[in-house]
């Protein structure tokens, strides 16, 4: 199989680099070597000093930590990397669940102060390596491969033969490939990040917008388009939120993503609608009972009937898009219609509850 990646040439060994991934069959390699890229970064890719086996663990765990646990995607069968995080007693501040923790920085400090085991690195810091050294040399014992490898890295990194070696405690980088990556960080990351995705798609076949959920976001996007759009309805018509009954009084009241946004990873309008704060802070990432699904249908069409007579039409049928696109709705009319808009809402709600239930999200929230 001929691995084109189209890595920036070099003098240094890419075709060995191109291999890194050949037959994954977990997260480790991955996240491992997003982890290396991270810390040269900050280091601004000075080799210097090692990078202890506890600093790249505190790594992982930090960048596995958005998609497993605050996105709750699968990582495959019996992941270390999702043992060791579930055995973790993490208290997350909400600059991290803000997406205003810039570089990981505050979360990274917070999985430091745990007791960290480095178990994760009895293997792959050595196999993501193999690649690089002549393996019709390597032992046919298992259990003799990691010796092996830390005796050859040494001499084959002397020549920048492959990207580091192993010392007792962590890895030693070679300052040329630091500077290859460094130079073309921005496309080796990337290159990592899609193989990573490929790999996370085969675990989870069936997750939205599984691409926006890898990595943090680096800012929310703002609603204040949506919000311009719920300000116009309220501006003409009454509105109660729909989980505490309460009328809706203000002129900017919160939005709530209908179903979590930690889920769907998208602020579509079809999925966003108008509450009172306390609602908006105890419902928080999970999903509503679907006791609600007629209430909030029947808000929805308002909203859009509302926005119909009042807006140009140039302006609603804006609005109108993400519905047609995502209901698969091709008469702009039928959205005015309850009983075809809620047709079109059933299906999509049931669906993705029950994927959001099989990812581990909390389901059946009433509002008390």
Not at 35 to 61: G, N, Q
Not at 67 to 85: C, E, N, T, V
Not at 278 to 294: E, F, G, R, W
């Amino acid at each position: 199989m001929i691995y084109n990646t189209n890595l920036p040439p070099s003098d240094l060994n890419i075709a060995s680099l191109a291999r890194l991934f050949k037959d994954t069959t977990n997260s480790y390699k991955y996240i491992f070597f997003l982890s290396v890229l991270d810390i040269l970064k900050r280091r601004t890719f000075d080799t210097k000093t090692p990078i202890t086996f506890k600093e790249l663990v505190v790594e992982m765990l930090a960048n596995a930590w958005f998609p497993y646990a605050y996105f709750k995607l699968s990582f495959g069968m019996r992941d270390q990397i999702i043992i060791q995080l579930d055995s973790l007693k993490l208290i997350v501040t909400d600059s991290v669940l803000k997406f205003t923790d810039t570089d990981k920085e505050q979360l990274r400090t917070i999985i430091s102060d745990q007791n960290i085991d480095t178990a994760l690195m009895r293997y792959v810091p050595y196999r993501l390596i193999l690649p690089f050294l002549e393996r019709s040399a390597k032992p046919k014992k298992d259990a003799d491969v990691n010796k092996w490898v830390k005796e050859k890295a040494v001499s084959a990194y002397e020549i920048a033969a492959t990207p580091y070696f192993i010392e007792q405690d962590g890895i030693k980088i070679n300052q040329q490939w630091a500077n290859y990556f460094r130079e073309h960080y921005a496309i080796i990351r990337g290159w990592v990040a899609w193989e990573w995705l490929n790999y996370m798609q085969r675990c989870n076949p069936n997750v939205p917008a599984l691409a926006n959920k890898l990595f943090p976001p680096q800012q929310r996007a703002s609603l204040s388009i949506q919000k311009k759009y719920w300000h116009v309805v309220l501006e003409h018509t009454p509105v109660s939120c729909i989980f505490s009954k309460e009328r809706i009084t203000q002129t900017a009241p919160p939005l709530d993503h209908f179903l979590p946004w930690s889920f769907v990873a998208h602020d579509q309008l079809w999925n966003l609608i108008p509450t009172i704060p306390n609602v908006n802070s105890s419902k928080s990432n999970h999903l509503p009972d679907s006791s609600y699904y007629q209430d909030f249908i029947t808000l929805q069409h308002l909203g859009l009937v509302t926005a119909n007579e009042h807006l140009c039409m140039q302006e609603w049928n804006k609005y109108a898009e993400s519905y047609l696109l995502d209901f698969k709705i091709t008469n702009k009319n039928d959205l005015l219609n309850k009983d075809i808009l809620a047709h079109a809402y059933q299906p999509i709600l049931e669906s993705l509850t029950n994927l959001a239930k099989g990812q581990g999200f909390c389901v059946g929230w009433r509002y008390a």
